[in-house]
């Protein structure tokens, strides 16, 4: 594509979850231009979505002084997206037309669920299984001829960072809790602002009166202290035990899907991608080694993987922008970008 005087062509690629919106700038050669990031972009968690995504947009061409007429294709992740095939969700995805409403922006747009973006990346747009966990999770499959499947069109879900801590806290609040918690259930009791246990059930009852969005994001940020306590809590451990458990049979479910002798698993998300659920998850999947699945490191981030479904619209080689995009993690190999949060696995705690 030409590039007429100071005008340069470039697709923006985002990736909007309960928690964050991150959106990126890339050049038609893979550059990284701008990026930026906001709050969540998921309906059902963010009482402000389309206004968080399309703050986030216009940030990330306003820190690079990109024009966004000259963008040639918006590619975007975006949760509770329907899939087409999928029972879950309605199917319709127009309350998605006014999210990412910057003035002047008005080149193609593919939207696609936030899962499939983050495949996209994970596996470098290859064939394989990801699983998300993070504020939302899916299990999402895409073969060969890319066609996608998740867990739950089986009817079967794993669970996110509040189901985790549900989880934990249920053991609590039942009385499983032993000696060798007693640091756990402190940092619980802490966070709820509770002095025992009896405590913490008047705490919990006290949440029904609350915003039910506000209520699921404050247990999710409860979750990195479950993660953190596994080695050390038999009940954090079993909590996130019971969670990799789950997560493991979903895998089960769509590994069959995939041509290859065993199918690939990228990680991907805050909780899926600390080394607590990593290792339990991978504890889990040796108990059934017939089921055909393997843990694979996580290639690139979800907005890249949203990049590369940008760079497919518009014909571009595959291989090439894979390489390009990868590209990034290697500084001698990076064309005129800076290293990103976290564009690939290498670089990451996995």
Known sequence: MAVDGDHRPFVIAADSGGTHTRVACFGLDGALLAESSGPG??????????????ETTARCLDSAGLDPRDAVHLAAGLSNISRAGSNQG?????????????????????????????????LLGEAGIVVIAGTGSMILAIDEDDAEVESGQFEHYAGAARHLVFEAMQLILTGAAGEEDAAFVGSVLAFWGADDVPGLRRAVLALGVDDPMEVRHRYGRLAPAVTAAADTSPLADAAVRELARKTARGIRLLAPLIAAPSAPVALYGSLAETPAFRSRVADA??????????????????????????????GLDDVAMRAALKGLCDPAAAPR?????????DTATL
């Open 285 to 314: 999947l040796a108990d059934a080694p017939a089921a055909g699945a393997r843990l694979v490191p996580t290639a690139l981030d979800a907005v890249r993987g949203a990049a590369l479904v940008a760079y497919r619209s518009l």
């Open 337 to 345: 970008s800076s290293i990103s949060r976290r564009p690939c696995a």
């Open 41 to 54: 972009g998921a309906k059902h968690l963010n009482a402000d979505a389309a206004r968080n995504t399309a």
């Open 90 to 122: 309605d199917g319709d995805n127009s309350w998605a037309a006014g999210f990412f409403d910057v003035p002047g922006l008005t080149c193609p747009r593919t939207i696609v669920n936030d899962a499939v973006a983050a495949h996209r990346g994970a």
